[in-house]
T-cell receptor
Framework: GAVVSQHPSRVICKSGTSVKIECRSL??????MFWYRQFPKQSLMLMAT?????????EQGVEKDKFLINHASLTLSTLTVTSAHPEDSSFYIC????????????FGDGTRLSIL | EDKVVQSPLSLVVHEGDTVTLNCSYE??????LLWYKQEKKAPTFLFML????IEKKSGRLSSILDKKELSSILNITATQTGDSAIYLC????????????FGKGTRLSVIA
């Protein structure tokens, strides 16, 4: 089945550091990738939609200068959390879609980010 | 505003029990309904439903969509402790490039 790889799986770093998270579709071309954030015991909250070759679409309340998204190819999207602070600590998950209506989205394993 | 509601929010059962999880939705331009299982990491795909009345089955899990009632159920028979997880219902709208609309999930705990 479709595989989405997300890296790194866990990051612990100091406040003020920028952190880059990669999301790769390993066996299919993903025209669209989605970035979610999940707090403990809550559902997934969509942050942004990333389309290959164009600017990402951010959800209301998500700072585009804080969460930089790049989707340079059909198999890779990156999320960079710039100048991270403790309140940015969360579980970040990407998903990838082929764009075909009969194909489900598949998720990466997530990145647990802890800012000290 | 598109909305997906799951019930119950949490459930505790004993091994061997059968459970039914519910999902209802109010969306424009419905395309599909998906069930995911989330344990410690990210959600793993279970089922994708697009047509009413056609049951999808995978081992002890099965699911069916009712477009008239705008709802779906996920059944798990002979539950095991390994079934403990959050089960997420999501609805796809418009095209395959549109974000899924997620419910809050049902936290299932299966105790021995």
């Amino acid at each position: 089945g479709a595989v989405v790889s997300q890296h790194p799986s866990r990051v612990i770093c100091k406040s003020g550091t920028s952190v880059k998270i990669e999301c790769r579709s390993l066996d299919f071309q993903a025209t669209t990738m989605f970035w979610y954030r999940q707090f403990p015991k809550q559902s997934l909250m969509l942050m942004a939609t990333s389309n290959e070759g164009s600017k990402a679409t951010y959800e209301q309340g998500v700072e585009k200068d804080k969460f930089l998204i790049n989707h340079a190819s059909l198999t890779l999207s990156t999320l960079t959390v710039t100048s991270a602070h403790p309140e940015d600590s969360s579980f970040y998950i990407c998903s990838a879609a082929t764009g075909l209506n009969n194909q489900p989205q598949h998720f990466g394993d997530g990145t647990r980010l802890s800012i000290l | 505003e598109d909305k997906v509601v799951q019930s119950p929010l949490s459930l505790v059962v004993h091994e061997g029990d059968t459970v039914t999880l519910n999902c209802s939705y109010e969306v424009t331009n419905f395309r599909s309904l998906l069930w995911y299982k989330q344990e410690k990491k990210a959600p793993t795909f279970l089922f994708m439903l697009t047509s009413s009345g056609i049951e999808k089955k995978s081992g002890r899990l099965s699911s069916i969509l009712d477009k008239k009632e705008l709802s779906s159920i996920l059944n798990i028979t002979a539950t095991q402790t390994g079934d403990s997880a959050i089960y997420l219902c999501a609805v796809g709208v418009n095209s395959g490039n549109t974000p899924l609309v997620f419910g809050k999930g049902t936290r299932l705990s299966v105790i021995a």
